[in-house]
Structures are given as C-alpha cells and as structure tokens.
C-alpha cells in the first residue's frame, strides 16, 4: 500500500515538506486549518488601501539557501528582487545623517576597512568585537557578549539584530545572534545582498507552492483544523478533525507544522517557547518617491524600515510589542510624519493600514530558545516542523523552510 505523509499546517515550513516529499512523488495531503496558505507569510486584498499587500514586509537575503533553495524548485527565484550587491541605507532622524553600508563579494569584509563604505565615525576595531558572537555563547544574551553602545551596536548591530530576532538585542540570545552574523555579516557580501518579494510573497512563496503540489498529485484541505492525535504506544494511528477521523496506515507519518502554542495544546507533553514578540506594519497607499531606496534603515524613530513597493509604502517596526495598545490613527499617524519627514512626501496622511501581528515569532531570548524541540517525537511516525523549532536560527522564513525540509527528510525515511 502507497504511504501517505499528512502535514498539518499550510504555512512556509508546511509547504516546504510538502513540496520536498511530492517532488520525490510521495503522496501527501496537506491540511490547513484557516481558508488560505502563506501563516504568517501571506498576500490579501487590503480593502483600506483596494489593493494586494502582504501581512508584513519580509526580508530575505541571498545566503538564506534554503529559501532560495526552495523558490528556485518552484521557479520564482526572479520574483525575488533586490541589488545586484548588498547594501543597506540608513538615516538617522535625531540629525538627519545618513549613510550606505557597502559590503564586498567576498568573505573577507575589506568594506570595515574603508571609512566610506563602513558606518560612519567608526574605527575597524570597533567591528573587531563582533567576532565574539561567532562562536555563540550559550546561555548569554547579546549584552552581555559585546558592549551594547556606541556607533557600531547603535547604527549597524542593533538594527540587524533587531530585525533578525525581533527582540531587543540587549535580551536576545547571543547563541542566535552568532548565527545570523555567521550566515550573513561572516559569509560575506554576497550572501548579505537584499532579497523582496516585489509583487507579494503570495505570488512568490505560496501560491506556487500550492500549483506545485496540485501538479504532482499532491491534496490540500482548507478548514481542516487538527483537534487531536490519535496514539497507540509510539505510533500514531489517527488524526481528529472535529468532523473527521482520518486513519493511519502503519507507513503513514505525520509532520506537523503549526504554531507552537498549537502544536502544546496536541502534543502530550512538548515543551515549547512559550514567549512572543509582535511586530507591527504600516501601509500606505501612495507612489514612493524617484530614487527612494527599497529598504530604508532609520534610526532614532518608531519607524524601523521603510520598504518601497509599487503603489506603496511599508513600514516594519519589530519588538513592537509596546504599540499594541496605542490607538491605530495614532499610529499610522506617527508613523507617516516620520516617513514623511525622510522622503520628502506631503505629510498629509495617505490611505494606510496597519497590521499588528501579536505572535510574530517567539522571543529571541536564551530561555525559549532552550525550549524549542528538534524534528523528532516520542512517536516514531510524527515529526514536528516550524520557525520555532530548534533549527539553530531565529523564527525567519530561513528557518521554517530548513525544518520542513528536515522533517520531510525523516518522515520519509521511516
Ligand atoms: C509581520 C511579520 C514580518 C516578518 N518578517 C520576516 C522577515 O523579514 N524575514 C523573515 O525571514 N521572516 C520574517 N517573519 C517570520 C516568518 O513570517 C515566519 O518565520 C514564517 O512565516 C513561519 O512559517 P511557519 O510555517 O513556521 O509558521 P506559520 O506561518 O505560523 O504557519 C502555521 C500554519 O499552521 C496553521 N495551523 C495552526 N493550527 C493548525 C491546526 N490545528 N490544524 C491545521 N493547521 C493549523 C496556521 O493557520 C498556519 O497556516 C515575519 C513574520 C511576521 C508575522
């Protein structure tokens, strides 16, 4: 009888099993408890703005190779657009400085050598003192592995971080921390270089994920919400939706790739992070200005990047847990003045929109790191995948395409 590999959950580490097993012609039926695909990574119609837009920009960069990996196999790698060498604009609102980081190609960063293409008012050995996240750190924050001021942690390292753990740095565990430099800052330039799903990570990451699927073979159950598993000793033999049983064969296997809040309340006894941090977007629906770079670093602001698309403006804020409560208008309102204020454009508050999403990943810190588990179960035929899973990075796109193709791999081994 022909196996089946179920994967609960149609988000980007969902997707990425279930593309990894239906390639190798396995048959897989994917089941997603909500109307659409894409988690925490999606495209909809925005009705404020009457246009398509994305929960949230995303960044990815060109050394996140599985990723790429994964956009090349469904053929979308040129949707992935950015400059044909990394580098990252900034300004700062307290004095209006603004600066172009410019990393080489290469491995070796020649760039901190060269006061033009370093932050500004900076010395070589200041970069030198990053080399201690290297060799991670485990246990510590960042804070307490490198010193947390002056012009490289204000205008370089905190602004990374920031971005790539969505904590404050401060707090965050130096364990990920040594990963991101290590697969960005260390690898070089060219694994630095900025990558954007221009038309939407709908049209980039999901939808052709799901075309993918459909032509080799592969089932997708929309509203299918897991409610329990079903166990016998170390096997599982059934999954319950609510409405229906679905019965495992003695080859089935499960990978299970939703939240971990979602994925404690189904597992018997899974120790997960328990801890999150949101992060907030503004969108505003107006032409960005001629020569607006499409990532914008700014510093001393609510305001974190400014992403420009076609038609539109996006603003990330990460760790924005502190805007929860403020009143949306105030929110959208401030963020404009300083956008304004950097691009130029009538401060005159566009059509916008903000999307506040609470549990944007889990938080960066030492202790929910330790409490991310690996692929492996207690049940030889259940596999767990998902950002939060104990891949090594922090909750990125990166990191949920690695463990679904980590627990694609097992789960077709069994
Ligand atoms: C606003 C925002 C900005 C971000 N920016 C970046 C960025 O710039 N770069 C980057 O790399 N990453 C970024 N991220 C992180 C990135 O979006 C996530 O790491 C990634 O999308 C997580 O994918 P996932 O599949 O692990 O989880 P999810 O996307 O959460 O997918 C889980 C899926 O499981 C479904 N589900 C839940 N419970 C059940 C159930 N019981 N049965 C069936 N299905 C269920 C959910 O509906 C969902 O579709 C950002 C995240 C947010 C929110």
Request: charged share 20%; net charge neutral; aromatic share 6%.
């Amino acid at each position: 009888m022909p196996r089946t590999i179920h994967i609960i959950g149609a988000g980007l580490a969902g997707l990425a099993a279930a593309v990894e097993l239906a390639r190798h012609g396995m048959a897989v039926v994917v089941h997603e408890a909500t109307k659409v695909a894409g988690g925490r990574a999606r495209s909809y119609h925005d009705a404020a703005l009457g246009m398509v837009i994305d929960n949230g920009n995303h960044l990815l960069l060109a050394g996140n190779h599985a990723a790429l990996g994964y956009v090349r196999r469904l053929g979308t790698e040129h949707r992935l657009i950015g400059p044909p060498a990394a580098q990252f604009s900034f300004i700062d609102l307290a004095n209006g400085d603004q600066w172009t980081l410019r990393f080489n190609d290469g491995r070796l960063p020649w760039w901190i050598f060269d006061p033009d293409k370093r932050v500004p008012d900076t010395h070589l050995v200041d970069y030198l003192a990053l080399a201690r996240l290297l060799w991670g750190a485990p246990g510590k924050v960042v804070g307490e592995v490198i010193r947390f001021s002056g012009p490289v942690y204000e205008r370089l390292v905190r602004p990374l971080l920031l971005a790539a753990l969505n904590i404050d740095p401060a707090i965050g565990s130096a364990k990920l921390a040594g990963a991101v430099i290590r697969e960005t800052l260390a690898a070089g330039g060219r694994a630095c270089r900025p990558l954007i799903a221009r038309e939407g990570l709908g049209s980039t990451l999901i939808e052709p994920a799901l075309a993918f699927l459909a032509e080799h073979g592969a089932a997708v159950r929309f509203g299918d919400q897991l409610r329990a598993l079903r166990a016998a000793g170390t096997t599982i033999e059934a999954l319950d939706f609510g409405s229906n049983t679905v019965a495992l064969a003695p080859a089935d296997a499960v990978v299970l790739a939703i939240p971990p809040y979602a994925a404690a309340s189904i597992v018997p006894g899974l120790e997960t992070p328990t801890e999150f941090r949101a992060i907030v977007n503004a969108h505003y629906r107006i032409d960005p200005p001629p020569g607006q770079p499409p990532i914008l670093g700014v510093l001393n602001a609510t305001t974190e990047w400014i992403f420009a698309f076609p038609g539109r403006i996006a603003v990330t804020v990460s760790a924005a847990d502190r805007l929860l409560d403020t009143p949306r208008e105030t929110l959208a309102q401030q963020i404009w003045t300083e956008v304004a204020a950097v691009t130029g454009l009538p401060r005159e508050l566009p059509r916008w929109q903000i999307v506040r999403e609470r549990r944007a990943t889990f938080a960066a810190t030492p202790e929910q790191d330790a409490r991310r588990p690996g692929a492996r179960t207690a049940w030889s035929n259940l596999f767990l995948a998902g950002d939060w899973t104990n891949t090594g990075l922090p909750a990125t796109i990166e990191s949920a395409i690695r463990s679904g193709q980590r627990a694609a791999a097992l789960a077709a081994q069994i």
